[in-house]
């Protein structure tokens, strides 16, 4: 069974911190994809990464960018966190073509 | 029009009846699509893949897909309450390893 391990569940922080979202999957899949999901407004892709060292931009990459520098591990970062990025941020992963498999979420609040 | 359109809902169903959800497409998605179930305050989880016109049957589940249409369909027979959740369809970027989301249909289905 895939397994995609987010760090948190719950986390607070407040403005102006560096925070960072930790993301680990067992199944040595090439992709791994960081969403945002606020109400009304869907699931929004903010960075993906096909390999070690690779990402790409998604539809919303301002104010965050990512590591990747083992396969299993994808992170993101946020900066300079700032209230607008209160949410719940989904990891996924997939072999290449394949379906994607997502943790179970860390709802962030900046305060 | 957007690349992948889903009905928001809510769609309320009574129970042991059957559910339909449908999604349809642009032309600039590929032809492989998949049905996410989330439940409130969840992360979503892959309940079906279809790639080939016509349906595909897994247990109370139907997905259809229709090429020439550019709709997908997912039908749940006998409905349950415990299917109440959002369902959330997507489709492969064209030349891409991401997924494309709809927006998710809310189904509610009442005892």
């Known amino acids: 069974d895939v397994k995609v391990t987010q760090s948190s569940r719950y986390l607070v922080k407040r403005t102006g911190e560096k925070v960072f979202l930790e993301c680990v999957q067992d199944m040595d899949h090439e992709n791994m994809f960081w969403y945002r999901q606020d109400p009304g407004l869907g699931l929004r892709l903010i960075y993906f990464?096909?390999?070690?060292?690779?990402?790409e931009k998604g539809d919303i990459p301002e104010g965050y960018s990512v590591s990747r520098e083992k396969k299993e591990r994808f992170s993101l970062i946020l900066e300079s966190a700032s209230t607008n990025q209160t949410s719940m941020y989904l990891c996924?992963?997939?072999?290449?073509?394949?379906?994607?498999?997502f943790g179970d979420g860390t709802r962030l609040s900046i305060l | 029009q957007k690349e992948v359109e889903q009905n928001s809902g809510p769609l309320s169903v009574p129970e042991g009846a059957i559910a339909s959800l449908n999604c349809t497409y642009s032309?600039?998605?590929?032809?492989?699509f998949f049905w996410y179930r989330q439940y409130s305050g969840k992360s979503p989880e892959l309940i079906m893949s279809?790639?080939?016109?016509g349906d595909k049957e897994d247990g109370r589940f139907t997905a259809q897909l229709n090429k020439a249409s550019q709709y997908v369909s997912l039908l749940i027979r006998d409905s349950q309450p415990s299917d109440s959740a959002t369902y959330l369809c997507a489709a492969r970027d064209q030349g891409a390893q991401k997924l494309v989301f709809g927006q998710g249909t809310r189904l509610t289905i009442n005892p």
């Open positions: 996924a992963s997939s072999r290449v073509l394949q379906p994607q498999h």
């Open positions: 990464s096909y390999d070690v060292k690779m990402k």
């Open positions: 279809i790639y080939s016109n």
């Open positions: 032309d600039r998605v590929s032809q492989s």
